[in-house]
């Protein structure tokens, strides 16, 4: 989508790239120990007052629409549905105009309960995450026994009509690598549209191995060998995932996120915020900027505008996993915001 805003106030970068989408992390908390984002025993937490106040969460969205044309809102964490203010912030998110599109990446737990009032909230759509249809392997990959929550909450997002709702996987090697015609019969028979997501460098414990990566390549080949997968006729835009219409599907999709393989970020339209406040320009940016400060400190709506755009200003071209200096960045995708 073009930005609405005018020339030379949008977030754009030395490249060219306009970032249009925002990505906000409610909190760093979670309530599943998925084994390739946290350790068992959780990580140390944001302290309360490093938080955003639900208040403070309104106001950056605000500028980031009105001021930096922002279109899409997507809200992460963390888990999204942990934070008590988050019908509240989105039903703010949806009275601004022009109306950015409201969107939730969440584990799906506590969604059955929430579904309804956060649709009524103005929320659009939702990803759950869901790395598998065995509620055994859910309980060890996951180290919490939630799968049925997961599935209740998928259904309930249905009945509230926050279509397409979208399943998010990970495959992992020698865990549920052999899932994928599994996950996408399940996807098709439950009208879900599903995205596999490579694994990438940005979990807490360090333990992400390139050469044990399930890569783009094998999860197509896996899904080929019980599926026709068609042309996607749609453009993909900035979209990070690649489609395909599944044959006999009933117009259902399904994608890859390549992030590692396949990178994107030549049309890279993201933008980030930290649950403690810190835009950063890409998942894997080594550097943030502080908005919480300058916001507290009093600044206007212009002056964090401001910053906003000289943090994207300075994004890299690219992630950069493949470059011999490549770091993984020190916050893991928890404390980012997936
Ligand atoms: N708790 C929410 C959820 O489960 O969707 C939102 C945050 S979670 C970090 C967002 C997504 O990131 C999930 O789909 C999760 O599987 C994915 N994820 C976590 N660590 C990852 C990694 N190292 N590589 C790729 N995806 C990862």
Not at 88 to 101: D, G, N, S
Not at 102 to 128: H, K, M, Q
Not at 290 to 314: F, P, S, T
Request: with cysteine; charged share 25%.
């Amino acid at each position: 989508m073009n930005s609405p805003v005018a020339a030379g106030t949008a977030l754009v970068d030395r490249f060219g790239r306009v970032a249009t989408d925002l990505r906000v992390s409610l909190t760093d908390r979670c309530n599943l120990r998925c084994s390739y984002c946290m350790p068992a025993e959780g990580l140390p937490w944001l302290p309360a007052p490093h938080l955003l106040t639900d208040a403070e969460v309104i106001r950056l969205i605000t500028v980031a629409v009105r001021q930096l044309g922002v279109t899409e809102v997507r809200f992460t964490g963390g888990e999204p549905l942990l934070r008590p203010g988050l019908p509240a912030i989105v039903a703010a998110a949806a009275a601004l105009r022009p109306r950015p599109t409201l969107s939730l990446t969440t584990n799906g737990i506590g969604l059955a309960r929430t579904a309804t009032a956060l649709r009524d909230a103005g929320l659009d759509r939702v990803n759950v995450s869901l790395d598998t249809v065995d509620a055994d392997r859910f309980a060890a990959l996951t180290r919490r026994r939630r799968h049925h929550d997961v599935l209740a909450g998928l259904a309930a997002a249905r009945e509230a009509g926050l279509r397409p709702v979208k399943i998010n996987s990970v495959l992992l090697r020698g865990v549920n690598d052999d899932e994928a015609p599994a996950l996408l019969r399940f996807a098709l028979a439950n009208s879900y549209e599903l995205r596999f997501i490579e694994q990438m460098p940005l979990d807490a414990q360090h333990g992400w191995d390139r050469a044990r990566m399930v890569t783009a390549t094998e999860i197509l080949a896996a899904l080929r060998a019980e599926f026709t997968l068609l042309p996607d006729p749609a453009p993909r835009g900035g979209a990070p995932a690649e489609t395909w219409l599944v044959a006999g599907g009933d117009g259902l999709r399904v994608g890859v996120i390549g992030s590692v393989t396949r990178p994107f970020c030549g049309g890279c339209d993201r933008t980030r915020l930290t649950a403690d406040g810190q835009v950063r320009a890409c998942l894997f940016a080594t550097e943030e900027s502080d908005l919480r400060g300058a916001l507290r400190a009093g600044a206007d709506d212009e002056e964090l505008a401001r910053r906003w755009r000289a943090a994207m200003a300075g994004k890299r071209a690219g992630h950069g996993i493949d470059d011999p200096s490549f770091l993984q960045p020190s916050r893991p995708m928890s404390a980012i915001g997936g």
